[in-house]
C-alpha cells in the first residue's frame, strides 16, 4: 500500500517568514494530494489539493508543489502569522477517483509561529 | 448546517467496558469513514462506508465495529474498551470518493481507557 512519509514534525518560525513542509510517498500511481490544516481542540480541514497533471498551485499565501518524478510534495505558507500555528498533515491516494478513496496520511508538522 | 456533529466529545472508560462514539452528518453525503489519531502516528483509518448498508474495514479495524443503517449516522462501537484504544478519534464525510469530494471531519472524541 501507499506510505507517506512527512518532514519536519516541528517546524517553528518567525512571524512573517516563510514555512515549507514537505512530503514523500511510495505508490506512484497516487494522483491526488490534500493538505489538511488541525487547530486545537478541533477536527482537520483541507486547505489546499493537487492532482497530479498539475506541478504548482496557489491560493493566497499558500501554496503546494508536486514533483511526480521524485514523489514528493511540499507546502509552502509565505508571511507567516499566527493563526497559521496548527498541526499540518498531507496525505495521498492512488484511488481511481481522488478524494476519499485509499487516502493515507503523513504523520504531520507541527507548526509553531514565534510572535 | 452543522456538518459532521461527533459526541460524546471526552469520555473515560474503564478496560473491559463497551460504549458507541456517535457520528451524524447534515451534508447528505455517501461517504463516512472513522479515523484515529494518536501522537507521532497521525490519521488511520479504523472502518468506511460507501453507502446505507455498506461497511468495509480500513487499517485498523480490531476491536471496532460499525453499522450504517441511515446515510446520516455512522457510529463506530468498542465492544470491550482495552487501554490500546487511548486515542483521539475522528468521523469524517464526503459527498462520494470521487475526485472533488474532499473529506469533512467532526471536531473528534478523546476516550481514555484504564
Known amino acids: 500500500g501507499e506510505n507517506v512519509e512527512q518532514h519536519p514534525s516541528t517546524l517553528s518560525v518567525q512571524e512573517g517568514d516563510s514555512a515549507v513542509i514537505k512530503c514523500t510517498y511510495s505508490?506512484?500511481?497516487?494522483?491526488?494530494f490534500p493538505w489538511y490544516k488541525q487547530e486545537l481542540g478541533k477536527g482537520p480541514q483541507l486547505i489546499i489539493d493537487?492532482?497530479?497533471?498539475?506541478g504548482e498551485k496557489k491560493d493566497q499565501r499558500i501554496a503546494v508543489t508536486l514533483n511526480k518524478t521524485a514523489k514528493h510534495f511540499s507546502l509552502h505558507i509565505t508571511e507567516t502569522q499566527p493563526e497559521d500555528s496548527a498541526v499540518y498533515f498531507c496525505a495521498a491516494t492512488p484511488g481511481s477517483g481522488g478524494g476519499a478513496d485509499g487516502l493515507t496520511f503523513g504523520k504531520g508538522t507541527h507548526l509553531i509561529i514565534q510572535p | 448546517n452543522a456538518g459532521v456533529t461527533q459526541t460524546p466529545k471526552f469520555q473515560v472508560l474503564k478496560t473491559g467496558q463497551s460504549m458507541t462514539l456517535q457520528c451524524a452528518q447534515d451534508m447528505n453525503h455517501e461517504y463516512m469513514s472513522w479515523y484515529r489519531q494518536d501522537p507521532g502516528m497521525g490519521l488511520r483509518l479504523i472502518h468506511y462506508s460507501v453507502g446505507a448498508g455498506i461497511t468495509d474495514q480500513g487499517e485498523v479495524p480490531n476491536g471496532y465495529n460499525v453499522s450504517r443503517s441511515t446515510t446520516e449516522d455512522f457510529p463506530l462501537r468498542l465492544l470491550s474498551a482495552a487501554p490500546s484504544q487511548t486515542s483521539v478519534y475522528f468521523c469524517?464525510?464526503?459527498?462520494?470518493?470521487?475526485?472533488?469530494?474532499?473529506?469533512?471531519f467532526g471536531n473528534g472524541t478523546r476516550l481514555t481507557v484504564t
Open positions: 469524517a464525510s464526503s459527498y462520494s470518493m470521487d475526485r472533488d469530494s474532499p473529506l469533512h
Open positions: 505508490d506512484s500511481a497516487s494522483n491526488y
Open positions: 493537487i492532482r497530479s497533471n498539475v
